[in-house]
């Protein structure tokens, strides 16, 4: 797995990262070393920074006696800012967005970090390395505690502010990823799954999900379905708002290996009818026309795309 460079960079490749990828219930982490994401693992998301910065600390003692960190490379939810330091937002983790993080993190560690929003870290690894290699328009659904979206405009990952995205464009991708949300995040539906069995809402987990619907438990499967359902909803939206080459899905939910072939399911059924809220985005992108077949792809590199992307970022501005 290596990243490319051309001979008059300087050597970043074979700098020692720390990569995280801070999620909604998990902080996933692995070491770049020698060209190589290695010695990956997870633990709990903290609830507070200090606890998130003394985690990390360990992370790195735990290390010391093998590796030399030059940095830590972050992947995390909400609108990376490294310009003020700042995530802002709301998202699953909130002692992102209290104020300057950035800067107040390195000092924690004693390490120059930077930090790039987990949609956009995701889309960058596979434009540069994976399946968004030679396309120039492309979408990413990063799906996970949250909903996360990336658009790549002529190459370029745009950004929540840029004037590159045209606002209805934003307002339908939006729109679409915030009624959706719960309804196809495997946290939120194995949440309400434990609920409806009368267990504690960590009971069961995402995975545990798809295997009881996959054993023909009745609630786990009228969940999934649903879920199915509500992708395809937001996958033929953004086909019609963005109209890219290709809709990559990335996430924990990627690694479920039924996810293509019964999305793409879900899809064909929706597009036979087009009636509903479909008829809305006819009338709004094609004119009356019917809405095209879109190119669903699952991210080549799945859970690793977001700490990739954040390595590559880490290269780009440090």
């Not at 990569?19 to 219930?25: I, K, P, Q, R």
């Not at 080459?245 to 059924?269: F, H, Q, T, Y």
Request: aromatic share 6%; net charge negative; charged share 25%.
């Amino acid at each position: 797995m290596f990243i490319r460079k051309k001979e008059s960079e300087k050597d970043v490749t074979r700098l020692t990262l720390l990569a995280l990828d801070v999620g909604g219930s998990a902080v996933k982490h692995g070491i770049w070393h020698e060209d190589e994401l290695i010695e990956k693992d997870s633990f709990p998301t903290p609830l507070t920074r200090k606890l998130f910065y003394e985690a990390i600390n360990d992370l790195i003692e735990a290390n010391q006696d093998t590796y030399q960190f030059s940095g830590i490379a972050l992947s995390c939810p909400g609108d990376t800012d490294e310009t003020t330091g700042m995530v802002n937002g709301f998202s699953y983790v909130p002692f992102l967005h209290l104020g300057e993080f950035q800067q107040e993190f390195s000092d924690a560690v004693d390490l120059p970090v930077s930090m790039l929003n987990d949609a956009n870290s995701a889309a960058l690894a596979e434009m540069t390395m994976g399946i968004g290699v030679g396309h120039q328009e492309a979408v990413f659904l990063i799906i996970g505690s949250g909903v996360g979206l990336a658009v790549v405009k002529g190459g370029d990952i745009t950004t929540e502010g840029s004037d590159k995205i045209d606002q209805l464009d934003k307002l339908v991708a939006d729109g679409v990823k915030t009624f959706n949300n719960s309804k196809v995040s495997p946290v939120h539906i194995a949440r309400r799954v434990s609920l409806k069995k009368l267990k504690l809402p960590s009971a069961i987990d995402g995975k545990d999900v798809f295997q009881l619907a996959d054993e023909g438990d009745p609630v786990a499967t009228k969940e999934v379905a649903s879920m199915y359902s509500s992708l395809a909803e937001i996958v033929i939206s953004i086909n019609g708002a963005f109209k890219p080459e290709l809709i990559g899905i990335g996430g924990g939910i990627s690694n479920n290996k039924d996810l293509l072939p019964s999305l793409k399911k879900a899809v064909a059924e929706l597009l036979k009818d087009q009636s509903g809220l479909l008829t809305i985005f006819k009338n709004l992108f094609y004119n009356q026309e019917d809405l095209p077949q879109p190119n669903i792809q699952l991210c080549q590199f799945k859970n690793d795309a977001n700490l990739l992307g954040a390595v590559i970022h880490f290269q780009k501005t440090k």
